[in-house]
């Protein structure tokens, strides 16, 4: 929909890197290399049906509210009939050669007569059900509906994978996907407004229900592999296959059976799909999604960026500094590891190349840093949402419960950056490279959409009057800038906002078909009891073993999905040996974040060496060692929960100076320098310190502090300050 250039930031930077303001185009929208870029009536209808999604989601959540079920089936409707249209399911036909032979056309052409006639039949059910039937009769649904259905639907997304699709139009195989998706909604809307809703997953339940979770399910899984990668895809794909193959296994895997209608005819209900994770996007996602879009419209995160220039700019490692608070900023606004990278790393990694850090080490840092981004509060890109629909714990306590971790994570890095330069002698960047801070602090009022949305969520305000306020005063500051937004602005905005909705919608309902699979087999308790017996063993290890699956679980996942899982398999089970809900949800949702920094599969840092033009497995190494602290700060939400504001305000206030001097101590032994250059056993001494103050007891913080005291001691007694190695 966008005609956006797909010109890499960092190529324009070349152009302009002594230009006192870098950051330009932040808020561009990105457009994916399987992204269709209309032209004419197409760009418009899709520009019109953008807006339109958008609108009717600020319209029902404010206004004219409809009934649950009915409103979380057209936001999934949406989303496919939108996601067909703009994202392709193979690759693109490159310029000057020829695209695609004619035979996939053909073929879906004929498959738009089923497709058509599944749509036709389902409109007649919905009036035959509007006229007081109580069923329709079973022939109709299998062999009119059901039948034509699932064939428009798996051929259609066979013939969509055929390769050398022209980019800007659209192929007849996706025409038929979308009429597949109306058809599986008209149904859907069908039944479960009527009584037949109450049978699901019983033996009266029509099988037209299932018939259409089927499609919808395949639909579902396609529209996420277009947008998300395959790493999704295939975690869905097991747990589906186990709905089948669980009875044939051994052990506490095995489970009595669910057959293909009583299964299907819940998944696509509140127990799967329409399950906390689309309630989650049809609410407070896709309402901080608009407000993002309004932000970017209104070129907020291109102040961002410059005002983290501007305040640690000038520091030693300059740039390094000013990722990390972009990252952190940004993350607010942005729900993805992955899409945090891409929009502020695409400025600061060759930034951190020119003033010395090798590429490997700018793309980790960026990639740590925009990971960060997930776990910063209020928004915590999206996952605190979900985290108080799962928990009923308000979302207001969750958001204060995150500040002390994510400060401690943003510090983690911080030093790493630092004591990195310091080794390596780096600089800052000079006065004339970066933004005046005197200009910027007159345009401080550009934060005031982030200042109206904590407040309205800390006055009581609900979180979708709280957002919407936001959204409104982003609009209405944009007025004292010079991105005025006017009717066509915010049209704009509402277009983005519908186009940057698909993927996260998409993630949210594959991830609630797991939910559902997870629910409906009972897989979950089982994994609770084997936690149970190993927590008999020691708390330890099933706090060990909980955190590798919460970690396997979320590899190659957007953090939203990865976190729905995780909590899903893993929280009950850690709840059950005794862990307090908040400390047990916080545990899964970190692990499931930094998932996207964890070797093998780690798409923040893959994304950020392909910025940085590193090897993608040495950029995800350095990562995981850059934010090396989130791996050890979940295991003290269990040791002392006053890390998650449980306590006096005297215990808290004392866990938080001294897990934040662990922390120091515990970059300083990664970077082997702490006020200079620190030998290998009091690298060994520090580390034990580091853990004993991060542990969060009184006798450990007693011992830690002594470290602490006498490495410092010794570091200046040696001459700490001599002249580190000037890095090539």
């Known amino acids: 929909m966008s005609h956006t250039p797909e010109t890499p930031q960092h190529d324009r930077l070349s152009e302009q890197e002594m230009a006192p303001v870098f950051a330009e185009g932040v808020d561009d929208e990105a457009v994916e290399p399987n992204r269709r870029l209309f032209e004419g009536w197409q760009w418009w209808l899709f520009g019109v049906l953008a807006v339109a999604y958008s609108a009717f989601h600020l319209i029902s959540l404010n206004i004219y509210p409809l009934e649950t079920w009915s409103f979380r089936i057209l936001h999934i409707c949406g989303a496919l009939v939108l996601g067909f249209g703009l994202y392709a399911g193979s690759r693109f036909a490159e310029e000057g050669k020829t695209a695609r032979p004619s035979w996939p056309d053909l073929a879906a052409i004929a498959l738009l007569l089923p497709a058509g006639y599944a749509l036709v039949r389902a409109v007649m059910m919905y009036y035959t059900m509007a006229d007081g039937a109580m069923r329709i009769e079973p022939a109709i649904e299998n062999w009119h509906y059901g039948a034509p259905l699932i064939l428009a639907t ?186 945090n990278v891409v929009s502020t790393g695409s400025l600061t990694i060759p930034l951190m190349k020119k003033v010395g850090y090798p590429a490997r080490s700018a793309g980790a840092i960026e990639a740590a840093a925009s990971t960060g981004g997930q776990i910063m509060p209020p928004i915590m890109g999206a996952g605190a949402f979900i985290m108080a629909e799962v928990t009923g714990i308000p979302y207001t306590e969750i958001a204060v419960a995150a500040l002390i971790p994510a400060m401690l994570y943003f510090a983690s890095i911080y030093f790493m950056v630092d004591f ?102 009972g897989v979950g308790a089982r994994f609770s009891s084997l936690l149970l017996g190993l927590a008999g063993v020691s708390q330890l290890l099933a706090l060990f073993f909980a955190m590798c699956i919460s970690i396997l679980l979320g590899m190659g996942m957007p953090t939203t999905a990865a976190y729905a899982v995780a909590a899903s ?63 050890i700060v979940p295991f003290m939400f269990f040791y002392s929960p006053a890390m998650l504001m449980e306590g006096s305000w005297l215990q808290i206030l004392r866990v938080a100076l001294t897990a934040t001097l662990g922390i120091v101590l515990l970059a300083a032994t990664v970077q082997a320098w702490f006020f200079g250059p620190v030998k290998a056993w009091q690298r060994l001494l520090m580390l034990i310190g580091a853990l004993f103050l991060i542990y969060g007891g009184i006798y450990t913080d007693v011992a830690g502090l002594a470290i602490a005291a006498l490495l410092f001691t010794m570091q200046r007694a040696q001459g700490g300050g001599a002249k580190p190695a000037i890095s090539s």
Request: glycine fraction near 10%; charged fraction near 10%.
């Open 154 to 339: 798996c051929g259609a997304i066979l013939l969509s994978w055929v390769p050398g699709q022209a980019r800007h139009r659209m192929v007849v195989a996706d025409v038929v996907l979308v009429v597949c998706s109306i058809a599986v909604t008209v149904y859907l809307l069908t039944v479960f407004n009527s009584p037949l809703r109450a049978s699901t997953g019983t033996s009266f339940a029509p099988m037209g229900i299932s018939w259409a979770a089927i499609a919808g399910s395949l639909l579902i899984l396609e529209m996420t592999r277009r947008v998300a990668g395959l790493a999704l895809v295939v975690i869905a794909a097991i747990f589906l296959a186990y709905v089948f193959l669980g009875p044939m296994l051994p052990g506490f895997l095995g489970y009595p059976g669910l057959g293909l209608g009583r299964f299907f005819s819940q998944v696509y209900t509140d127990a799967g799909i329409l399950g906390p994770t689309t309630a989650v996007s049809s609410t407070y996602i896709i309402l901080f999604i608009i407000f993002a879009a309004f932000l970017q419209a209104s070129k907020v995160g291109d102040y961002f960026i410059n005002f983290a220039f501007a305040g640690a700019g000038r520091a030693r490692g300059g740039p390094a500094k000013v990722a990390i608070f972009a990252s952190g900023l940004m993350g607010m606004i942005n729900g993805t590891s992955a899409g």
């Open 420 to 521: 990195e330069a310091a080794r390596k002698g780096m600089k800052g960047m000079s006065k004339d490279e970066i933004p005046q801070f005197s200009k910027l602090i007159k345009q401080v009022y550009l934060f005031a959409p982030i200042i109206i949305l904590i407040a309205a969520l800390f006055m009581g305000y609900s979180v979708i009057r709280a957002g919407t306020l936001a959204t409104a005063s982003a609009a209405v500051v944009s007025w004292l800038s010079p991105y005025r937004m006017g009717i066509r602005e915010i049209l704009k905005a509402l277009n983005l906002a519908g186009t940057m909705a698909i993927q996260i919608i998409a993630v949210c309902a594959c991830a609630g078909l797991i939910v559902g699979v997870i629910a409906l087999t």
């Open 569 to 631: 398999v893993v929280a009950p089970g850690l709840i059950n040996i005794g862990i307090e809900p908040l400390v047990a949800h916080f545990f899964v949702f970190y692990f499931a974040v930094v998932s996207a920094i964890t070797p093998p599969v780690a798409l923040a840092s893959y994304a950020a060496a392909g910025i940085s033009g590193d090897n993608p497995m040495g950029t995800s190494v350095a990562s995981f060692k850059i934010g090396l602290a989130a791996f």
